[in-house]
């Protein structure tokens, strides 16, 4: 059994992006080396190299204190690193947690009860408040798409046991604000975190025209499943903020009506088994739901465009008791392949942060599974799994893996403690089981010798897709360092440890 804190997954999400794991890294300024020094390397500690074939890895460790970015590639068993001194960045889509936020509007049917009972209050010169009581109230949930939008829909309605102060604005123009929940009651509260909570623990699955989420509970008009959103532009969705009508996609969105789906919200698939439903991800050409069913076991279907599942796997059964905590999906650079950790525990052993964990791996060829790899993951004492890939033929697993130290030293006259990260720890694996067939450091280039500039400045090392392109950043005057020399007499300005 493995004991964490409830918080390692989000920890990990924060680390994570579509392709990309984040560490601690200091600037250029005080790299004096020249380009070289800059240059990732991956030293053998183990093993053959001859393990490292069939494996892709690309990756960029982008330094933020000048326009520096290192390349580094492992492909056909070849490591290679290449420093670029030109500004530019890499532009990769992260694995956005599903955010959204929630409102209790008045319900509906309960508007025109509401309305005639409201009492004007004068706030100001120029406004008045108008002050009611409601006991029906539509919970809505809005969901950020980054890069997208947002989409509004309505979730559930509850009745209060007694009725609950409610309050908006009247501007002179004669705008109306929708009513407002005064104080949240607890009953209210309560509902609306749970959602959220159930969403911030799974990532977007995106295509080019759609995103999608796994919906863990029936709503009002979407059922439970894997959905897909169509979101209403950002600038669009500020305006309706601000009491404006809005018209998108031959629609017309009145202002001050909290209570209005906004934007779209379908469900392309429910297993028709399905007791609550975890996560989606795609493989290949297919999309993915990862659910719990009504007999306790976890499943990963494959669907298609129009909605239909072409496969169904078996991930794990639960015990009596257990239930998902959480699924965590890592960074993937092979299009048909996806990795992810579902955690799960018994309410008792949730309360004592005591979780088990499953890797799952599954591989996808013209919508059907041709691998699947699941792996009970003991502990992190080796380090905090990053990315994972599985060889060309399917018979080795390449993981990387956080390093992490801690350096104590004195300054100023007091002892200070800092988690110092990298280099990456990488090995190689039978698929199944076996012994380490490599092992071996990456060093990113990341540079942990200067206290004040890495607890200051920080930079990325990115796990990234090759198909993803760079764009310039801002120009910055930096020093030639590739003509220059170290200098070994030198004297660092502040004390170092």
């Given amino acids: ?33 020249g380009r070289g020094a800059l240059d990732a390397t991956l030293t053998r500690v183990s093993g053959s190299d001859e393990a490292l074939a069939g494996f892709t890895l690309y990756g960029q460790t982008r330094h933020n204190t000048a326009n520096a970015v290192t390349t580094f590639t492992l492909q056909n068993g070849v490591f290679t690193s290449e420093t670029d001194l030109d500004a530019q960045i890499l532009t990769a889509e992260e694995p956005y947690s599903v955010r959204g936020g929630t409102r209790w509007a008045v319900a509906p049917a309960a508007r025109e009860e509401v309305n005639a009972a409201a009492e004007a209050v004068r706030d100001g010169a120029d406004t008045l408040s108008l002050q009611s009581e ?31 102060a409610v309050r908006t604005k009247l501007q002179a123009e004669g705008a109306l604000y929708d009513w407002l929940v005064a104080d949240t009651p607890q009953l209210l509260d309560t509902s609306a975190r749970d959602l959220l909570t159930a969403l911030d623990r799974q990532s977007w699955t995106f295509t080019p025209d759609a995103a999608y989420f796994a919906m863990p509970v029936d709503t009002l008009t979407v059922p439970a499943g894997l959905c897909k959103v169509e979101a209403i532009p950002d600038d669009l969705w500020a305006a309706r903020q601000n ?29 028709a088994d399905a007791a609550s439903c975890v996560a989606t991800f795609a493989a290949g050409e297919s999309l993915g739901l990862v659910y719990v069913t009504t007999d306790n076991i976890v499943k990963a279907d494959l669907v298609d465009a129009a909605g239909s599942c072409t496969a169904s796997v078996e991930l794990l059964t639960l015990a009596e008791g257990q239930h998902v905590e959480n699924c965590f999906r890592y960074p993937q650079q092979r299009a048909s392949d996806v990795a992810f950790e579902l955690s799960y525990c018994t ?21 059907a ?49 800092m988690i110092i990260i990298g280099p990456y720890g990488v090995a190689v694996a039978p698929a199944e089981a076996g012994e380490p067939l490599y092992t071996g450091l990456l060093d990113a280039g990341q540079d942990t010798g200067q206290i004040d500039q890495l607890a200051e400045h920080s930079g990325d090392v990115m796990l990234y897709t090759p198909a993803i392109e760079l764009e310039p950043k801002a120009q910055v005057v930096i020093p030639d360092l590739a003509a220059s020399e170290p200098d070994s007499t030198q004297t660092p300005k502040e004390e170092t440890p």
């Fill in 134 to 164: 409601a006991s029906r109230f539509r919970l809505m949930l809005s969901l950020d798409v980054p890069g997208r939008g947002t989409a509004q829909l309505p979730v559930e309605e509850v009745e209060t046991p007694s009725p609950v």
């Fill in 347 to 367: 309410e008792a052993e949730r309360q004592n942060a005591q979780y088990k964990n499953l890797l799952c791996l599954l591989r996808v060829e013209d919508g």
């Fill in 369 to 417: 599974p041709t691998a699947l790899i699941r792996r009970p993951q003991e502990d992190d004492s080796d380090g905090y799994l990053r990315y994972i890939d599985l060889s060309d033929d399917g018979t080795r697993l390449l993981t990387v893996r956080t390093n992490t130290s801690e350096l104590r030293y004195t300054r100023r006259g007091y002892t200070q403690t």
């Fill in 243 to 271: 009491e404006q009508a809005i018209e998108y996609g031959g629609k017309t969105y009145a202002a001050g009506d909290a209570a209005e789906e906004i934007g779209s919200v379908s469900t392309l698939y429910t297993p």
């Fill in 1 to 33: 059994m493995k004991s964490l804190t409830p918080s390692r997954p989000q920890r990990r999400f924060l680390a994570g992006a579509v392709a990309a794991v984040m560490v601690l890294a200091a600037g250029l300024g005080y790299r004096v080396a």
